[in-house]
């Protein structure tokens, strides 16, 4: 091994704003003392109750990407287990997030883009 994954890092206009977003969807603790790193406007973390970190980094000039469209890649994405995909659609919309596909994985999972654009899909499990 090489390396210990720390947290995911999801550049956006909105450090909060987005961190707020994920913490309803996800659940844990945002910006929770932690010696690996300061958090401040600029910088803002989750700790989720998986023990997974995100991090959102203030980019002012974030662009977001446009799925499936491959001139404005998606960059990454998350994928989140859900048991009721027509349930947790009500709810995630409802925090600002867009659905973006309906259609994908023959009606396992669908994709969907966070207030700052970046694609996440909700997955049944």
């Given at each position: 091994?090489?390396?210990?994954?720390?947290?995911?890092?999801?550049?956006?206009?909105?450090?909060?704003?987005?961190?707020?977003?994920?913490?309803?969807?996800?659940?844990?603790?945002?910006?929770?003392?932690?010696?690996?790193?300061?958090?401040?406007?600029?910088?803002?973390?989750?700790?989720?109750?998986?023990?997974?970190?995100?991090?959102?980094?203030?980019?002012?000039?974030?662009?977001?990407?446009?799925?499936?469209?491959?001139?404005?890649?998606?960059?990454?994405?998350?994928?989140?287990?859900?048991?009721?995909?027509?349930?947790?659609?009500?709810?995630?919309?409802?925090?600002?997030?867009?659905?973006?596909?309906?259609?994908?994985?023959?009606?396992?999972?669908?994709v969907?883009?966070?207030?700052?654009?970046?694609?996440?899909?909700?997955?049944?499990h």
């Amino acid at each position: 091994m090489i390396a210990d994954l720390q947290c995911v890092v999801l550049d956006c206009p909105d450090p909060a704003a987005l961190a707020t977003f994920y913490e309803a969807l996800l659940g844990g603790t945002v910006d929770r003392p932690d010696p690996r790193w300061s958090v401040d406007e600029d910088w803002v973390t989750l700790h989720t109750p998986s023990g997974s970190v995100l991090a959102f980094q203030r980019s002012p000039d974030h662009r977001p990407p446009r799925w499936p469209d491959p001139a404005h890649p998606q960059q990454f994405h998350l994928d989140l287990g859900v048991t009721d995909l027509d349930h947790a659609q009500t709810q995630v919309l409802a925090l600002g997030a867009r659905l973006l596909d309906a259609d994908s994985g023959g009606g396992s999972w669908r994709v969907y883009a966070d207030p700052a654009g970046h694609p996440f899909c909700l997955v049944r499990h």
